[in-house]
């Protein structure tokens, strides 16, 4: 069990620090999920309230306790909820797997917070979960977050033709993936 008694672990660095998500982050990750910049690269519906991101935290935190997903607010270095990342899914029974997602304030892109959280991140999901194979997928045109992605390893591994479905329609991704004894 990776969420001990229903309790994640904070991961601190550097500069940022990941925090279990709370209620009491509500507003600031409405803030981040319905931000015009992030939200396009989002493949899930525009949040209409900092109540709805309450409830969105209330599922996430639930998909957590059943083991099905970990999330994380990342805390910046002034101490405020400025993204969140995490484990979407993983699989261990034959696959030793896991998909990741994260979204940061626009304000905050080019400084590292990204990276360093997305490190801690993988950090966890190699050493304490046990993955052998971390997954993320991107939107063709977030040329931004593919740059991320390959400068912690991550290989490009092909598109996936209208792999997901949102409210715009099928969508393309770009699968990268990066394995345990890449790092």
Not at 32 to 53: G, M, T, Y
Not at 126 to 149: K, S, T, W, Y
């Amino acid at each position: 069990m990776y969420v001990s008694g229903g309790v994640i672990p904070d991961l601190p660095g550097k500069k940022v620090k990941l925090r279990p998500l709370e209620a009491g982050h509500a507003a600031a990750l409405y803030s981040v999920w319905s931000h015009p910049q992030v939200n396009r690269w989002l493949a899930a519906p525009l949040l209409s309230s900092p109540e709805e991101a309450e409830q969105l935290i209330a599922v996430l935190l639930q998909m957590s306790r059943e083991e099905e997903s970990l999330r994380w607010s990342i805390i910046g270095p002034e101490g405020g909820v400025i993204g969140s990342c995490g484990y979407n899914s993983w699989q261990l029974q034959g696959a030793y797997r896991g998909e990741i997602g994260c979204e940061l304030l626009p304000d905050y892109w080019g400084l590292g917070y990204m990276r360093e959280a997305l490190e801690l991140l993988l950090d966890y999901g190699f050493a304490v979960m046990g993955l052998n194979r971390i997954e993320a997928f991107c939107h063709p045109d977030n040329l931004r977050a593919q740059r991320l992605f390959q400068s912690l390893g991550f290989q490009r591994e092909g598109l996936l033709r209208e792999y997901r479905h949102t409210d715009a329609g099928f969508q393309d991704v770009v699968l990268y993936a990066l394995l345990r004894g890449s790092r």
